[in-house]
T-cell receptor
Framework: DTEVTQTPKHLVMGMTNKKSLKCEQHMGHRAMYWYKQKAKKPPELMFVYSYEKLSINESVPSRFSPECPNSSLLNLHLHALQPEDSALYLC??????????????FGNGTRLTVT | GENVEQHPSTLSVQEGDSAVIKCTYSDSASNYFPWYKQELGKRPQLIIDIRSNVGEKKDQRIAVTLNKTAKHFSLHITETQPEDSAVYFCAATSVSGNQFYFGTGTSLTVIP
């Protein structure tokens, strides 16, 4: 069983829709991440939250809006997406972002299709 | 920023043979090097990791070696089994922000 839970598993949305992806972890980790992964490619970092504050935004378009309501939850709000945004969206957590580095624990992802 | 290169992009081996995947990194400040296995349609899972103060680490059939001087690290899988078939990603982390830089991935196929 995965310790990082993502919902929904699959999502199909039109370009005018608004939807949200959800992620939850109960490992006491204080860092949470959103990654985007295209087929046969490595995960690409989108956002990093540390102690519920946005720490890194990798120049992600504003149609992706992250939110960290508390240390266990991470959301990704989607609005006016483009077909090229179709991908697997992975949430991950780690103990902290401080040195020494700690491993990422990934959720199973949300498979997003934009029509 | 860090740049991680990974080779080969695809690798086929006979069951029971060994597989080796190599990665190089550019930032000498990187100090943590995990390896992730991703089966088709599943999440990346950590299989082994190594820190910069260690040269080699083993866990049953899997080992990782690190050469800090040359800035490269390798994954070794011995006695491969069909269930080892997956995409393997190496990564390196900067000391700043636990930011992971992934290699481009190696698709390993173990032929029964």
């Amino acid at each position: 069983d995965t310790e990082v839970t993502q919902t929904p598993k699959h999502l199909v949305m039109g370009m005018t829709n608004k939807k949200s992806l959800k992620c939850e972890q109960h490992m006491g980790h204080r860092a949470m991440y959103w990654y985007k992964q295209k087929a046969k490619k490595p995960p690409e970092l989108m956002f990093v939250y540390s102690y519920e504050k946005l720490s890194i935004n990798e120049s992600v378009p504003s149609r992706f809006s992250p939110e960290c309501p508390n240390s266990s939850l991470l959301n990704l709000h989607l609005h006016a997406l483009q077909p090229e945004d179709s991908a697997l969206y992975l949430c991950a957590s780690s103990q902290t972002i401080r040195d020494p580095p700690t491993p990422l624990h990934f959720g199973n992802g949300t498979r997003l299709t934009v029509t | 920023g860090e740049n991680v290169e990974q080779h080969p992009s695809t690798l086929s081996v006979q069951e029971g043979d060994s597989a080796v995947i190599k990665c190089t990194y550019s930032d000498s400040a990187s100090n943590y090097f995990p390896w992730y296995k991703q089966e088709l349609g599943k999440r990346p899972q950590l299989i082994i990791d190594i820190r910069s103060n260690v040269g080699e680490k083993k866990d049953q059939r899997i080992a990782v070696t690190l050469n800090k001087t040359a800035k490269h690290f390798s994954l070794h899988i011995t006695e491969t089994q069909p269930e080892d078939s997956a995409v393997y990603f190496c990564a390196a982390t900067s000391v700043s922000g636990n930011q992971f830089y992934f290699g481009t991935g190696t698709s390993l196929t173990v032929i029964p």
